[in-house]
């Protein structure tokens, strides 16, 4: 499998990608870095879209796509299944 890194500061999500990914999560919420869920979490999905596509430090990283399913974060739940995953 190929890795591919992307700075969200320098080409950051356009608001169809900010969809897509909140919805491969369950929802465009669990796209909120942790640090901002207080302050974000009481917007609308579509506010908080285009706020997001707006605002990449906002964003939790890193986004990790295994090809079976989408992490966000690097807690110890996602390292785990980074490790079943390509393990």
Not at 48 to 57: D, I, K
């Amino acid at each position: 499998m190929r890795a591919e890194l992307r700075e969200l500061v320098k080409k950051p999500l356009s608001e169809a990608e900010v969809r897509a990914l909140g919805a491969k999560l369950g929802g465009v919420k669990e796209l909120i870095a942790p640090k901002r869920k207080a302050e974000l979490g009481a917007m609308g999905e579509e506010e908080l879209v285009r706020h997001l596509a707006a605002n990449p430090n906002h964003v939790r990283r890193p986004l990790i796509d295994t090809g079976r399913r989408l992490l966000a974060g690097f807690t110890a739940e996602v390292r785990a299944a980074l490790e079943k995953d390509l393990g």
